[in-house]
C-alpha cells in the first residue's frame, strides 16, 4: 500500500502509471479492486465535485464508502487512536481537512492508503486531474507555459508543485502581498497573459476582491494569450470576480470538460495505492 499525500511525493514514472490505468478506465476496462473493501470519506458538507468523483469511483470500483465530517478529526481523541480503531475495519482513507498536519499524523498510524482530498496548502487530485484532461487534449500543453492569475492560496501552491513534478513553466499575476512563494510575478495582466497556453485562476478570498479588481481574466485577455490556449478555473469560481462570464462562455473555458477526468484519476489514484494496475 502507499498514500497519495503531496504530489511532489510521486515520480514521474507513477505519475504515469495513474495517467496509464486512468485511460483504462475510461475506456470502459472497469475494475473490482475495491469489491469487499470499505473507504472512510472525510469531507465538508460544501464539497461537491471531488466527493462525487470519489464516491462515485468507489462505487465503480466495487467499494462501500462511509462519509464523515472532516470535524470528527478534530475531537479530542488522538488520531493515533482513531486511526487504530479503523485499522480494524477500513480499507482506505479519502481525507479533505483544511490542516496538512492532521492528514499526516492520521497517516503514520494508519495501516490503509490515505488520499488527501485538499488542505488550505495544497490540492493535488485537482491538480493531477486538470494535467491528465491538458496531456490528453494535447501534449504540448501540457509542457507549455503556465500562467496563475490569484492569490497565495492551496491552488497556487498547487500548481507550484505541478511545475516543479511536469517541468513547465509557471508564472504569477497578482498585486503586491499575494506572491507565491519561488514564482516569478507579474503585476501587468495583460502583459503576464502573452504567449502563455496554460491561464489558471482559483476564487479570491473576501479580502482580496477590490485588490484584484484589475486583474480579472476576460475573453478579452484571452484573446492575448498564445494561439489554442486554454482557460482552467479551479471551480468554485464566480463570474465577474476572478473570471468574467463571458471568459466562462468562451471557446477558451476547458473547466466542466477537464473536471470530468476527477473520476477516472481518483479511482486511478486508489488503485495505484493499493498497488493494482487494472
Not at 256 to 269: D, P
Amino acid at each position: 500500500m502507499r498514500n497519495f499525500i503531496k504530489l511532489t511525493d510521486l515520480t514521474g514514472q507513477e505519475i504515469a502509471r495513474i495517467f496509464e490505468t486512468a485511460d483504462r478506465l475510461s475506456a470502459g476496462q472497469h475494475s473490482d479492486a475495491l469489491k469487499g473493501r470499505t473507504v472512510v470519506m472525510f469531507f465538508p458538507e460544501s464539497s461537491i465535485r471531488t466527493r462525487v468523483s470519489f464516491e462515485k469511483g468507489i462505487y465503480q470500483l466495487g467499494g462501500q464508502s462511509i462519509l464523515f465530517p472532516p470535524e470528527a478529526l478534530d475531537k479530542r481523541e488522538a488520531l493515533c487512536d482513531v486511526a487504530g480503531y479503523l485499522n480494524n475495519w477500513a480499507d482506505m482513507a479519502v481525507i479533505r481537512h483544511k490542516d496538512p498536519a492532521v492528514i499526516g499524523e492520521f497517516a503514520r498510524h494508519a495501516q490503509f492508503p490515505v488520499i488527501n482530498a485538499m488542505t488550505s496548502v495544497d490540492h493535488p487530485c485537482e491538480v493531477l486531474t486538470d494535467m491528465y484532461a491538458l496531456t490528453r487534449r494535447d501534449p504540448a500543453l501540457a509542457q507549455g507555459r503556465f500562467l496563475y492569475v490569484g492569490a497565495n492560496t492551496n491552488i497556487g501552491k498547487a500548481w507550484r508543485e505541478a511545475s516543479e513534478v511536469f517541468g513547465f513553466e509557471l508564472e504569477q499575476c497578482c498585486p503586491p502581498g499575494y506572491e507565491v512563494r519561488g514564482l516569478t510575478v507579474r503585476r501587468d495582466i495583460r502583459e503576464a497573459v502573452r504567449g502563455k497556453n496554460v491561464v489558471c485562476t482559483d476564487s479570491l478570498p473576501e479580502t482580496a476582491k477590490e485588490d484584484f479588481k484589475d486583474f480579472r481574466v476576460t475573453a478579452e485577455i484571452m484573446g492575448l494569450a498564445a494561439p489554442g490556449a486554454v482557460l482552467d478555473p479551479c471551480p468554485p469560481f464566480y463570474r465577474g470576480e476572478e473570471v468574467s462570464a463571458d471568459a466562462i462562455d468562451s471557446p477558451y473555458f476547458v473547466g466542466c470538460g477537464f473536471k470530468k477526468a476527477l473520476l477516472e484519476i481518483q479511482q486511478a489514484i486508489m488503485l495505484w495505492c493499493l498497488a493494482g494496475d487494472q
